[in-house]
DNA sequence: AGCCTTTGACCAGCG
DNA sequence: TCGCTGGTCAAAGGC
């Protein structure tokens, strides 16, 4: 349940570029405006591929990607025996068009989402473990009940270039920094400013094979909406109306800012289509990707074990109550209604979803 | 004034 | 049990 609101919606909802858009405009062209991610992955660590026939039946249970069977073209991924998903091969390609981001973004189930969250409204009960713990805690009992590994975490991991990064609507404050053992750059961790106990945190780190090239990591959910520019006021520093920055450096160390953003006015989200791809994507295209109409959805290849697209490790029911699954949510990630999901199925000749 | 980054210390998970 | 490691805290100073 909640810790499944893994869908469609929100990748859709996460590729465009500024607020949220009556649906009926979000799909206009605009050359300028570049997709924001270059590539993602998409990772669902310990949690199992659900059984879409129980599952989605289940009270309250909306289904999400995750309850389908993926397919790219028309081979199915299935987990192997370490319950992690191995694609097939050769490599297929299932081309998204933005008739499906139409469809998805008309859907009654989206517009009612859209709907609420132009209203502001809540999506979700707070969470406890990361990012709302009450001042009057101790720092002692504080850091106790913060610190901890997530094992079902839930994390989308993009392949950004500077460029954009600058486009990511959010706005964020470092929280750290840290030499990470193996990696020539450091890591940055950044947790979302734009409003107050939002869980959402990003990490970021540069790229070791692509010069300028970040390798963000997105983990937990917004809690409000997108800031728009009159919303500088939740924001509430001058730094953030600064155009100066694009990457702060410390220590010759480049890292992410929250000012560099740069706002798009409603209804600018691109029409573009998507190639999700086994391939590995030449690195000369990740930069270019942005000034073409064609995305690179890349998963990785499963070389190793940490190198999963998806990983499913534990046999925890998704109906499972746990505290522990209530760690962290992807970012903009939401549930989603069955009817929506099959609905895509009917596009793209039904190969993608069967 | 308030939010930001920096940075060393702290903490928990894991082998 | 212990050391390593990644993630987080929070003080200090900057903008
Ligand atoms: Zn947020």
């Known amino acids: 349940m909640a810790n499944v609101d893994w869908d469609l919606f929100s990748i859709v909802r996460s590729c465009k570029t500024s607020t949220l ?10 050359p300028h405006t570049p997709f924001y991610f270059d590539d993602f992955t998409l990772s ?5 591929i659900p059984n879409i026939n129980t599952s989605i ?42 008739q499906h981001f139409d469809f998805a973004y008309n859907h009654p189930s989206v517009l009612h989402e859209l709907q609420r969250e132009r209203n502001q409204l809540p999506i979700q009960e707070p969470r406890t473990r990361f990012g709302i713990v009450p001042n009057t805690l101790s720092h002692h009992s504080k850091r106790k ?47 979302c400013s734009s409003f107050n106990d939002c869980p959402a945190k990003k990490l970021v780190e540069k790229s070791k094979n692509k010069d300028n090239t970040y390798v963000v990591t997105y983990k937990g959910q917004h809690n409000h909406k997108e800031p728009k520019c009159n919303d500088r006021s939740i924001i509430g520093t001058s730094r953030n109306n600064s155009s100066k920055r694009v990457l702060s450096t410390a220590k010759g160390v480049e890292s992410s800012s929250t000012q560099s953003k740069v706002l798009y006015p409603e209804n600018e989200l691109t029409k573009k289509h998507l190639l999700v791809s086994q391939e590995d994507v030449p690195s000369s295209n990740v930069g270019n990707l942005s000034s073409s109409d064609v995305m690179m959805l890349q998963f990785d290849e499963p070389k190793s074990s940490d190198a999963q697209v998806f990983t499913s490790e534990s046999t925890k029911s998704v109906g499972s109550c746990d505290d522990d699954d209530y760690d962290i949510l992807i970012p903009n990630m939401r549930a989603m209604s069955e009817d929506i999901l099959l609905d895509f199925n009917h596009l793209n000749g039904g190969r993608l979803f069967s």
């Open 44 to 48: 669902h660590e310990n949690n199992p």
């Open 145 to 191: 009940s913060w610190k901890r590994k997530n094992k079902n975490t839930k994390t989308l991991e993009c392949h950004l270039s500077v460029e954009k990064i600058k486009e990511d609507p959010w706005t964020w404050r470092k929280y750290g920094e840290k030499i990470i053992k193996g990696s020539s750059h450091p890591r940055s961790y950044y947790k």
């Open 57 to 98: 039946n289940e009270t309250n249970h909306y289904p999400t990607v995750l309850d389908f069977p993926i397919f790219v073209g028309q081979q199915q991924i299935t987990p192997n025996d370490n319950n992690q998903m191995v694609f097939p091969k050769p490599a297929a390609y299932v081309e998204i068009t933005t």
């Open 21 to 30: 858009t009556p649906p009926s405009s979000i799909f206009e062209t605009s």
